[in-house]
């Protein structure tokens, strides 16, 4: 018995400096990330880990005793996950989805998100055409809950009061914003992402039926002499809402196509990848509906000026424009569909 504990003690003491090396820099990288670690750090830590884990394999050969084993074991397994599975911080997490993956996704789906607002357009054209022909079709495309009272019946007046209602204090705004962001927008998002499964063609449905409200509502303003009034005041925060509807609609149709065309993978191997990537751009989409309904909720009430809304229009549409065509493409070239 005194010998083992002899042979433990040597043991210990000829590797104990690389095990205590390791435990500081596992310590330091679960506190404040790899990214804190100096390139030599970064150098000795595979080589700390291996040793650890010799030492653990011989340790458990000549039989130790038990506290150096649980050290050795626990001590290898947070350093495996600092070698090969390191956790990445939430705010790293966030920073490198939305500067990289969310717009290499959009770049990679973009055929399926330009379908998804071809019929969102085709929609609106629609819409606008047959109200404006026959105005009571107005009540046949626009549901009473988003027409709030407005529609061919409304006076002139009216329909301008609603492009120019303010005095809504903080905690109507809020209330806005929150119930335009958890219900009618995310339910719509969703819908169209979920819709997928259906091979598509409700995604595109719906796609179309939003259209059809938009331009409804175009040409029922139009018709007042609000044209101008009316895209000043939809399209601020719309250019964002927009977009993230369309996104979602474009998640659904990947969706689609993973079941219709697998390529050389099974059905369930191409919609388990492609799953994923779609399920991450209706993440980013949530991010442009928080963006809208802030607008919406807030500045859209606050600025009443036409040419400043415009203004704001020009300034997203580049904004989003130059971020999805340029965001993360050093390293598109890593980026493959499965066939």
């Not at 000829?14 to 750090?41: F, I």
């Not at 026959?134 to 009216?158: H, I, K, N, W």
């Not at 303010?166 to 806005?176: C, K, P, S, V």
């Not at 751009?281 to 809208?292: E, M, N, S, T, W």
Request: hydrophobic content about 50%; aromatic content about 12%; some cysteine.
């Amino acid at each position: 018995m005194t010998g083992i504990i002899l042979k433990s003690v040597q043991f210990r003491r000829q590797r104990e400096a690389v095990w205590r090396e390791l435990e500081a820099l596992v310590t330091q990288v679960e506190k404040r990330g790899l990214r804190s670690l100096a390139s030599d750090q970064l150098l000795r830590l595979p080589i700390l880990y291996r040793a650890t884990l010799s030492s653990l394999s011989v340790a458990r050969s000549i039989s130790l005793d038990k506290n150096v084993l649980d050290y050795l074991e626990s001590l290898s397994k947070r350093a495996y996950l600092c070698v090969y599975g390191t956790r990445i911080r939430a705010q790293d997490a966030a920073w490198q989805f939305f500067a990289e993956t969310f717009p290499r996704l959009f770049r990679l789906a973009r055929w399926h998100i330009a379908i998804a607002g071809l019929f969102m357009a085709l929609g609106s054209a629609t819409g606008w055409l047959m109200t404006a022909g026959d105005p009571d079709l107005f009540y046949s495309f626009v549901p009473a809950e988003v027409a709030q009272d407005r529609g061919p019946g409304s006076s002139t007046a009216a329909l301008r009061e609603v492009l120019y209602r303010d005095g809504q204090n903080a905690e109507t705004a809020l209330h806005t914003f929150a119930t335009f962001l958890f219900t009618h927008n995310a339910r719509i998002g969703i819908l169209a992402f979920a819709l997928g499964f259906a091979l598509g063609v409700p995604t595109l449905m719906l796609m179309f039926m939003n259209g059809l409200i938009l331009g409804a509502f175009g040409a029922l303003y139009q018709s007042r002499g609000l044209s101008m009034e009316f895209w000043a005041w939809v399209l601020p925060h719309g250019v964002t809402e927009l977009l993230a509807v369309i996104l979602c609609g474009g998640a659904g149709l990947v969706l689609a196509d993973s079941l219709l065309f697998p390529g050389r993978h099974t059905r369930l191997e191409t919609l388990a990848l492609r799953g994923r990537q779609a399920a991450a751009l209706v993440i980013g989409a949530v991010a442009l509906f928080f963006i809208a309904a802030l607008i919406e909720g807030l500045f859209r009430q606050l600025v009443q000026s036409v040419p400043i809304r415009y203004g704001v229009v020009v300034v997203t549409f580049a904004m989003w424009a130059i971020y999805f065509a340029l965001a993360g493409r050093a390293r598109d070239h890593g980026d493959q569909q499965p066939q």
